[in-house]
């Protein structure tokens, strides 16, 4: 047998995993769970909750750490946490717990999780760096007034950002529109329309006695949707210029959907209230958002604008709504590849009266 192409092969691998950085999601919330669990009962006592620092201790989080790790490795990290801690009982933890705690301060570090976890040993982890400054730090993370989830950047900047060529196959509009079980004659919100990726469609999808509502709170977009409307012939789609608490709808309507949007609603349930008002008898709502813990989620968005389906549920459940579908066409191996778009969660929910028999989606 031929060895060669196994050694080239696992060079290959060392090549890939020599290029990691703490910025590549080395680790898992799961993994960081466990971590924080030994590391309460082993290191806080001295470090402080979460690493922060006390009387005893250092702080593990902020600049003088940052800088005393910056340009090390993850391996490094583990080997100080391995060998000299804690102190009189150093040694002691396994490599697994090691690990775990390890990938707890990167946590803490606020840099983002993956779906692997940090290997247990010091050999591997060597060869991840530890970069304390964000390589590709995110071009923005919304232009927020302090305390609110809006995001004031200008439409101009949106259209660039939400044209992307590469960004339309991960909306997967045809996808979507099949599990939505549209029907011609229908009224459709699509709120924070931006360019139209899914307006367009949709009053395709509903033509020629449905109308869908383009609905955003920046002019410029409305302007450019209304332009793409009208060079592809689509008269049944109207733009609606809404305030941010509140979608200024002009008539009830059978859906309102929202795509990796509503996060930027400042009060998600007081929305949900608002929306729901617009709706004719048996009108659904869909959302579509991205996984709280996706890499690019959370470069997009800091913990605090993001949101999880749970969290919606019991906004959902407070409007007296309840989950009618669930849709997994954008998790994990279905959310197609380079598109720059994070992995999503995708519910449409109901009041229950006169729900309406969905398609089973894909
Ligand atoms: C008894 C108190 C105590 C406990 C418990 C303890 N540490 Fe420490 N740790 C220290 C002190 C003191 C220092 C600074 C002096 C030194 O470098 O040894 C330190 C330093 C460190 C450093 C280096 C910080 C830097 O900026 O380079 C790391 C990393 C660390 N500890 C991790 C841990 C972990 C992980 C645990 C739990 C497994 C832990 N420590 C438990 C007292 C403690």
Redesign the pocket.
């Known amino acids: 047998m031929n060895t060669l192409p196994l050694i080239l092969a696992g060079a290959a691998v060392l090549v890939a995993q020599a290029s990691r950085s703490t910025w590549d999601g080395v680790y898992t919330t799961e993994q960081a769970k466990r971590g924080a669990a030994?590391?309460d009962g082993?290191?806080a006592?001295?470090?402080g909750q979460a690493g922060a620092g006390g009387g005893?201790?250092?702080a593990?989080v902020g600049a003088?750490?940052s800088a005393?790790?910056d340009g090390q490795t993850v391996g490094d990290?583990f080997d100080?946490?391995r060998t000299?801690?804690?102190?009189?009982k150093e040694g002691q933890?396994s490599g697994a717990q090691t690990a775990d705690?390890t990938a707890f301060?990167l946590q803490v570090n606020r840099f983002p999780s993956g779906s692997t976890e940090l290997a247990a040993t010091s050999m591997l982890l060597k060869q991840i760096k530890y970069v304390a400054q964000d390589p590709n730090p995110a071009p923005n993370q919304g232009d927020r007034p302090p305390g609110t989830h809006q995001d004031n950047t200008p439409g101009k900047e949106w259209i660039r950002r939400l044209e992307r060529p590469e960004r339309i196959p991960g909306l997967k509009v045809a996808t979507v529109i099949a599990s939505l079980n549209l029907m011609p004659g229908d009224t459709i919100a699509d709120i924070g329309a931006g360019t139209g990726a899914f307006a367009i469609p949709f009053a395709r999808a509903v033509a020629p006695n449905g109308t869908v509502l383009a609905v955003d709170i920046h002019q410029d977009l409305l302007d450019y949707v209304q332009i793409k409307a009208t060079s592809d012939h689509v008269m049944n789609l109207r733009t609606v210029l809404a305030k941010l608490d509140d979608p200024l709808l002009p008539k009830r309507v059978d859906l309102v959907f929202f795509h990796d949007v509503f996060h930027n609603m400042n009060d998600r349930q007081a929305y949900l209230q608002v929306s729901m008002k617009y709706l004719n008898p048996g009108g659904r709502i869909a959302i579509i958002e991205q996984e709280f813990n996706d890499p690019i989620a959370q470069k997009w968005d800091k913990p605090d604008d993001r949101i999880t389906r749970e969290e919606v549920q019991h906004w959902m459940a407070s409007i007296g709504f309840r989950l009618q579908r669930e849709f997994d066409i954008f998790k994990g191996s279905n959310n197609p590849a380079g598109t720059g778009m994070p992995e999503r969660w995708f519910v449409v929910y109901g009041s229950g009266a006169n729900d309406r028999p969905l398609h089973a989606g894909r």
Do not use: K, Q, S, W
Request: aromatic content about 12%.
């Open positions: 030994v590391f082993e290191c006592g001295c470090h005893m201790a250092p593990l003088a750490f005393d790790y990290l100080r946490n000299t801690m804690p102190p009189g933890l705690i301060i």
